[in-house]
């Protein structure tokens, strides 16, 4: 169900302006929330999405430096949200990854780990720019007829058994069946709530930038494992002035890595090619910003209150080992959207005890899964413990020589 801009309630809402009560309020426009908020008002639900940050300058390339590897199941998510196709820059697809074994300057271990096109019968994910992302998610959010953008707006919510009530700052006030909290690792509505929330340090920080390279990545991706922490080259589509392109996402010991950041390109570009463990891309050239992002995980005990539901980061936070954050935030939205949508069908209320326990029970357990497999691979291979290490090398190289097991891991991390 699409409308033209015209009909479309947007961020520019006059404060004197009426909402609209909704099925759904979504607290929170990053990609987890908007999408969530896309995907339900193509389907006719009535929603509101709240942001007390204006969405136009998170468009900006200095913004977020971070590009995300979109998994099938999520990509699939965003086609039905009707994000996909807004795209402006054209994604990469990820045919192949190698997983590798080693230390600083030294060639990577002989036991390694390698994921194929024989493997998948489509890429194992798409790079999409954090930036693009938020452009097409931006567009998006204006297609919908039954959907209220308001930003910046800061919300006040009152929950009860019969129902929610929203108070902007600047008067205005709306009633919903369902509040998703969507607000990130610091969430207002978990706190709020009373839920109970456990962290988990690592000690690391992850340098985020993108780099040109002399020979072409073929669509191939490297998870290289490095005594303080993991080292990920991700392919990127390449632009007129620099044909090869990838994203690098380089965990370091928490000081080190803001040191490493900072270095000249040339000298930073020689430690970046100390810690690829093989030469497959030639020399390789800084290009643009450097971000860093200090590491952590953190999950919810609980993802349901009194109509309340979290998602995404406000749920749960891993590390980014495995490159499964926002498709984990996005597997909460294809979970959620099906239940709310066959809700919408038969009639029921949404926010009714019945439906958060659903939603929980078939969120919450696998991902702590996912945050205890993550957790497990950066403390099992962030360390220099030759014992340790031989015993992981041996492990990865026996995944290797299962295709059936290969396949399997493939089919979990592209959420099929």
């Known amino acids: 169900m699409v409308a033209s801009p015209a009909s479309t309630v947007s961020d520019s809402m006059s404060a004197s302006s009426q909402v609209p009560d909704v099925d759904v309020c979504v607290i929170g426009a ?90 998948a019968s489509q890429p194992f994910g798409w790079m999409a720019e954090a930036r693009a992302l938020r452009v097409a998610l931006n567009e998006a959010l204006h297609m919908y007829p039954t959907l209220s953008v308001l930003s910046p707006a800061e919300a006040k919510v009152e929950r009860k058994a019969e129902g929610a009530t929203i108070r902007l700052n600047d008067g205005r006030v709306f009633n919903a069946a369902l509040v998703v909290a969507a607000d990130g690792r610091k969430s207002k509505l978990r706190s709020e709530a009373g839920i109970p929330l456990t962290k988990l340090s690592y000690g690391q920080t992850a340098i985020v930038c993108a780099i040109a390279h002399e020979f072409p990545h073929d669509n191939g991706a490297l998870e290289h494992f490095l005594p303080a922490g993991p080292f990920a080259q991700l392919p990127m589509t390449g632009t007129e002035n620099h044909p090869y392109l990838s994203a690098i996402v380089w965990s370091d010991k928490d000081g080190t890595a803001e040191r490493f950041a900072a270095l000249p390109d040339d000298v930073f570009a020689r430690e970046i090619e100390r810690r690829m463990g093989n030469t497959r891309l030639g020399k390789v050239t800084p290009v643009g910003r450097r971000w860093t992002y200090p590491l952590s995980a953190q999950y919810a005990q609980r993802y349901t209150d009194t109509r309340l539901l979290l998602v995404g980061d406000a749920a749960h936070g891993i590390h980014p080992i495995a490159g499964q954050g926002l498709n984990l935030g996005f597997r909460d939205i294809i979970a959620l959207s099906e239940i709310l949508i066959a809700a919408h069908h038969k009639g029921e209320d949404f926010g009714s005890p019945a439906l958060l326990a659903r939603y929980q029970a078939r969120c919450r357990p696998a991902n702590m899964l996912m945050l205890a497999a993550t957790d497990t691979l950066d403390r099992l291979f962030s360390n220099n413990n030759p014992v340790i290490r031989l015993a992981r090398d041996l492990g990865i190289a026996s995944v290797h020589r299962l295709p059936a097991l290969r396949k399997a891991f493939v089919r979990h991390a592209m959420g099929l």
């Open 30 to 119: 990053g990609p987890v929330g908007a999408t969530l908020a896309c995907r339900l008002a193509r389907e006719g639900i009535r929603v509101a999405i709240v942001d007390k940050a204006p969405l136009a300058p998170m468009e900006h390339p200095d913004f977020d430096g971070r590009a995300y590897a979109i998994a099938a199941g999520p990509k699939t998510l965003l086609e039905e949200a009707g994000v996909w196709e807004l795209l402006p820059l054209e994604s990469c697809p990820i045919e192949e990854i190698l997983v590798t074994d080693g230390r600083p300057g030294e060639p990577a271990s002989s036991l390694f780990l390698e994921f194929t096109r024989e493997d």
